[in-house]
Nanobody, 114 residues
């Protein structure tokens, strides 16, 4: 089993920054890809960013240049640094880990006020 625990969400004004963290535990290896998805009210869940065990990254076009995904394999932790946040970035952000299945965290709320 895999457990994912997100933290770092909150309320921020437009233009501000937040850093999300996700700590993984259980039957995992440092090579497992991890990522972040988000779901805004009334919208489908969408990809934000992913990172492989080797550090290769992939971003949604809407966040390129503003968000940065990173990981510390020794801590089994993935981060999402979010800069220049805008109200449309308001959503619940979910951490994922891909192993024998795709595992999801409980989500952390990010609210950006205008």
């Amino acid at each position: 089993q895999v457990q994912l625990a997100e933290s770092g969400g909150g309320l921020v004004q437009a233009g501000g920054s937040l850093r999300l963290s996700c700590a993984a535990s259980g039957s995992i290896f440092s090579i497992n890809p991890m990522g972040w998805y988000r779901q805004a009210p009334g919208k489908q869940r969408e990809l934000v960013a992913t990172i492989t065990g080797g550090g290769r990254t992939n971003y949604a076009d809407s966040v390129k240049g503003r968000f940065t995904i990173s990981r510390v394999n020794a801590k089994n932790t993935v981060y999402l640094q979010m800069n220049s946040l805008q109200p449309e970035n308001t959503a619940v952000y979910y951490c994922t880990l891909t192993a024998s299945a795709i595992y999801w965290g409980q989500g952390t709320q990010v609210t950006v006020s205008s």
